[in-house]
């Protein structure tokens, strides 16, 4: 399980940006563009099981893998920011993030670690919450081109279809757009 806890300080397209798209030159609609703005961004993110704006989330688990690798949703990883186990009362013990070691070019990243670095949770059921920094930059600019294109589009098509069910599945060129950056699942 994973639960963002910090969403994106900024999103892939600026207000100008969206208007300048849509050919919106008022600004009676700019809190309904700014709101589709981030719902075309998750939708985005949904499709490709990424962040596209650095976020924070955490993983939640009832034990450590036997592995010793836990495989990161949404990508890409950027880093381990706080780890904990609890014990059977329910306390948190904190777990030095220099214990894990990241590889943060894997889709899904990988947080591996060693056993005997990391002691067992003392709880059955989320025993274990590592929190994870993912995304591809802090704007814009680390975002890849054709990912923001995508949001625009799906922001064009919300936008279009205000009022409107909106259809749940991309257009054919959004789906084009997000297929190379699907992130598939192991």
């Known amino acids: ?12 397209v600026t207000l100008a940006d969206a208007k300048t798209f849509l050919r919106v030159d008022h600004d009676a609609d700019d809190a309904l563009i700014d709101g589709l703005i981030g719902a075309a961004r998750k939708l985005v993110e949904t499709a490709t099981r990424r962040a596209l704006i650095t976020q924070t989330w955490r ?26 186990v609890f014990d059977a009362d329910g306390l948190p013990q904190a777990i030095d993030p220099a214990v894990f070691t990241l590889d943060t070019v894997s889709l899904p990243g990988l947080v591996s670690f060693s056993h005997a670095a990391v002691p067992p949770p003392g709880l059955r059921v989320a025993g274990i919450a590592i929190d994870v920094t993912v995304g591809h930059g802090d704007d814009a600019a680390a975002v890849p081109a054709p990912l923001v294109q995508a949001v625009r589009l799906w922001l064009a098509h919300l936008y279009e279809h205000r009022g409107v069910e909106a259809q749940l599945s991309p257009p054919q060129t959004i789906a084009a757009l997000v297929a190379p950056f699907r992130v598939l699942a192991p």
């Open 59 to 84: 993983l939640v688990r009832d034990a450590w893998p036997a592995g010793g690798r836990l495989r990161v949703l949404p990508a890409p990883l950027r880093g381990v920011a706080a780890a904990r």
């Open 1 to 12: 399980m994973a639960i963002l806890l910090a969403g994106p300080a900024s999103e892939p």
